[in-house]
């Protein structure tokens, strides 16, 4: 992420979530069948990490935090992970350090996903060896993840032509100039185009990464990383790039007891209507609240939360879908199936099929 770069860009407004593109999921995001997260002989899904001279440090930890770390309490390993560059030392951004000791770059032939470089000076191009190898592993099938300016390194090895992308925010005028048939989301948080994925700035790295995580072990998961990482579980791809925080007057005007609140409520027959009574604003107060502090409306993070529980429901083994429907909040099995597959472009019995526990195990509560 360029330097300065945490600030909102001069003149950026209250921006909120970019309405769906024609064929494409909820907030623009395309729904995917994906890959199956253990893809050959019941192993871990391998992840693999390219590292590039002058790559950013933070989403290489990132990467790691999210794909790389043990996670002993879920009871399974999500990922294989592993670091890999082209040479035997790699010298990072602005010389912090230099990192030696991963696998050479044939370990990404082996990925399921990889991750391509990403560094700050864009305009530098990246090593026909880094191209090649991300041009075979699209070949065979793999995924591709871009983090910030990560997206430069896949539309330079002729990958993103005709598809939709997300880059910084800084970079977009020089990204649409050099590759014009890309079709750039300006400010997005990030963009998943089915078997290639890429993020917006460093923070966004771990939006997407969980996004990841939420489209290869389903809902529940997620949520228990997040946690692990004390991250905002879901923040939506479509969700502008910079939101207006402005300095809150006193009494503080934070929406964290108000979501909390709701989030215990879900099943209850909420309206927009409730949430500002409770928070004993106007309803277009408590909009313009949530445009700024979350960057949605009211009514679209209330919907969001109640398909999230509902596919909680369904991973934990519920298969009634008026039972999921009424403790969700969504009220009919109908409005679920509609909701469900705008969100995940699954039906309710697809999402069983992928998340949900073994027929025969018993429902948790």
């Not at 990192?99 to 191009?125: F, H, M, S, W, Y």
């Not at 032509?161 to 079709?183: L, N």
């Amino acid at each position: 992420m360029p330097q300065g770069s945490s600030q909102a860009s001069p003149g950026a407004g209250v921006r909120g979530v970019r309405p769906p593109s024609p064929g494409a999921g909820a907030y623009g995001v395309r729904p995917s069948p994906g890959k199956r997260p253990h893809p050959a002989g019941g192993r871990p899904h391998r992840v693999v990490l390219v590292v590039d001279e002058n790559s950013n440090p933070f989403e290489m930890s990132c990467a790691i935090e999210v794909f790389g770390l043990r996670r002993p309490e879920l009871g399974r390993e999500l990922y294989d992970f592993r670091l890999c560059a082209a040479g035997p030392r790699t010298r990072m951004r602005d010389g912090f350090f230099t990192l030696t000791d991963v696998a050479g770059l044939d370990a990404a032939e082996e990925a399921d996903t990889l991750i391509v470089p990403n560094r700050p000076d864009t305009e530098v191009p990246r090593s026909r060896e880094v191209l090649d190898a991300v041009r075979r592993a699209h070949a065979r099938g793999a995924r591709l993840i871009g983090f910030c300016s990560g997206a430069f390194t896949i539309a330079q090895a002729g990958l993103l032509d005709g598809r939709r992308a997300a880059c910084h925010w800084m970079w977009a005028e020089s990204f649409r100039a050099r590759f014009p048939r890309v079709h750039l989301e300006p400010d997005v948080l990030f963009v998943d185009d089915g078997e290639i994925l890429t993020a917006s700035g460093s923070a966004s790295a771990l939006d997407l990464g969980l996004h990841v995580v939420r489209r290869d072990h389903g809902v529940e998961i997620a949520n228990a990383v997040s946690r692990r990482l004390v991250f905002a579980a879901h923040r939506d791809g479509g969700q502008r790039q910079f939101v207006e925080r402005p300095v809150p007057d006193v009494p503080d005007e934070s929406l964290a007891p108000l979501l909390a609140w709701a989030q215990e409520r879900l099943g209850a027959p909420l309206t927009v209507a409730d949430l500002a009574a409770r928070a004993a604003v106007s309803p277009a107060t408590l909009h313009r609240r949530f445009r700024a502090q979350l960057g949605t409306t009211p009514l679209a993070w209330l919907t969001g939360e109640r398909v999230a529980l509902a596919c909680r429901l369904i991973e934990r083994g519920e298969e009634r879908l008026d039972v999921v429907a009424d403790r969700s909040g969504l009220g009919t099995a109908a409005n679920l199936r509609a909701r469900l597959r705008q969100a995940t472009g699954l039906s309710p019995s697809a999402y069983r099929r992928r998340f949900g526990p073994p027929a025969g195990e018993p429902v948790r509560a």
